[in-house]
């Protein structure tokens, strides 16, 4: 019989709807797969077995019973463990939330559900999603299926890492700065960030509430088209939320699986092609240029001249919101409690429990924060890294006059070495250095794989209008198209 965990997410319903393979079939492979590879990988912080099976069985009595599925009825999918899931653990990756069971699902989840998906578990991920190696985690690094001694990329290294090893078609992310896109790029899968405001926050532990976008990931464009579908559209409960349709993405998708791209206006960014990308990275990227051109792609320079702000920028609003944000988590309402032994002030056993609760990199962010949003730096610091938010926004809107899509690599690097950047932050910071514009403007961007470097992946991004999240499908889908998919070595 076919390995149904290295079917897409399209073929996997396929076979469900038509009950060529059941539901509980296909996640109990996947089940076994988790449980095979896994140990490897730690993608996974928890494995809800019976949840999923449960799930998978009220999908074939559907099917049975002769009623409509949805377009991923039957098919697994790992969430990442920054969304609310009823009964189900959900800890952001941090021991300040260890074993908090939520009793309500965010907007996103419901929605999975009421497709008919089938939710595996939750993926690791740095916590509080600061970070971009996994490394960052409570719980442990997960690894690159590629290589397990490298990065999976982050903060959504679980989720990326998941469908690389084949334990998950899909998978959701969350994207602050590029936490679905990066790690889509160095492991070989698609990564997409809708437009912010385009799927509901509501339920996703906040990390920067201007900034954090969910989103899909899959190891083809089709399937995070189809994921992205389910996902988005207005959510009454989210303030920020768009009110209005989803773009047609999957009919983008498959529109550039055609191949052509004849009409289509495409700009390189010149500030994203110079120095600082590795040298194989470059190549990739200019072989799969030369590809959309021969698909019939227009290919232009732009210039967006801010953009070179970007991660100081995004490294003082993001703290600054983190700061704010985090403040919740005081070991009073929910979570973990330290200190409580009767004979400590309230203030004690708050300042206990965050020192206790939180990893280095949250609290090096919380400090940041606080520091930039103090009084007397607030306008130094803070506001003006928002001024320069609003010529990134400028720089996007000018650009978009002139084409319909902007590209460049997705990561100036392939995955690096466990450990290899966790003693230089500013390191690290680097790895989110093509993704971070988008966040900043709120427009929609999408990692699609386009070559090798040094036997591991190399991600191109395509860029589009706020509210034009099918322009990056369609791009997109035309580049696999041609280049294919990748698989990683077998584990």
């Not at 976008?213 to 996902?231: F, K, M, N, S």
């Not at 995004?314 to 032994?341: H, K, M, Q, T, W």
Request: with cysteine.
């Amino acid at each position: 019989m076919t390995d149904l965990t290295r079917l897409t997410a399209s073929e996997i319903a396929g076979l469900v709807a038509s009950g060529d393979a059941s539901a509980v079939e296909v996640t109990q492979a996947h089940l076994d797969r988790i449980a095979a590879v896994d140990g490897r990988i730690n993608a996974f912080l928890h494995v809800d077995t019976d949840g999923a099976l449960a799930a998978a069985r009220a999908v074939d009595e559907r099917r049975a019973a002769g009623d409509e599925l949805g377009p991923l009825a039957g098919v697994p999918v790992a969430v990442k463990d920054v969304l609310a899931t009823r009964g189900v653990p959900t800890t952001v990756g941090s021991k300040i939330l260890e074993g908090w069971r939520p009793p309500y699902d965010a907007t996103i989840v419901k929605r999975l559900r009421a497709a008919g998906t089938v939710m595996l578990g939750k993926t690791n991920m740095d916590e509080f999603a600061m970070g971009s190696s996994t490394e960052y985690s409570a719980y442990g690094p997960t690894r690159n299926p590629w290589d397990t001694d490298r990065i999976p990329g982050g903060s959504g290294g679980g989720s990326a890492a998941a469908l690389a090893a084949y334990e998950a078609p899909l998978s959701i992310g969350s994207d602050t700065g590029g936490s679905i896109r990066q790690p889509g790029a160095v492991t070989g899968t698609v990564g997409a960030k809708p437009t912010y405001g385009g799927t509901s926050r509501y339920g996703l532990v906040a990390f920067s509430s201007s900034l954090d976008t969910p989103g899909p990931c899959a190891r083809t464009v089709l399937d995070a088209a189809l994921l992205h579908e389910v996902i988005g559209g207005h959510d009454p409960r989210d303030s920020t939320s768009i009110p209005a349709p989803v773009p047609d993405v999957v009919a983008a998708a498959k529109l550039g699986a055609t191949g052509d791209l004849t009409g289509v206006k495409l700009g390189v960014v010149k500030e994203f092609t110079g120095e600082g990308a590795e040298p194989g990275v470059t190549a990739a990227f200019r072989e799969a240029v030369d590809t959309l051109t021969k698909l019939g792609a227009e290919i232009v320079e732009v210039s967006c001249p801010h953009f070179r702000y970007a991660l100081p920028a995004y490294y003082l609003i993001a703290p600054s919101e983190c700061s704010s944000n985090l403040a919740r988590f005081d070991g009073v309402r929910f979570g973990l409690r330290v200190g409580d032994d009767g004979n400590r002030s309230l203030e004690e056993v708050m300042s206990l429990t965050r020192e206790a609760g939180f990893g280095p990199e949250v609290k090096r962010r919380i400090m940041i924060g606080t520091y930039a949003l103090s009084s007397g730096y607030y306008d130094a610091y803070y506001g003006q890294a928002q001024k320069v938010r609003t010529l990134i926004t400028r720089d996007f809107t000018a650009a978009f006059t002139q084409v319909d899509a902007l590209i460049s690599p997705t990561t100036p690097f392939v995955a690096f070495p466990l450990g290899a950047r966790t003693s230089d932050p500013y390191q690290m910071y680097l790895a989110d250095l093509y993704t971070i514009p988008t966040n900043l403007y709120g427009g929609p961007g999408i990692s699609v794989p386009c070559g090798l470097s040094e036997g591991l992946p190399v991600g191109l991004q395509v860029m589009a209008p706020t509210m034009a999240d099918d322009r990056m499908y369609r791009v997109a889908a035309a580049l696999e198209s041609a280049v294919g998919t990748f698989t990683p070595p077998a584990l």
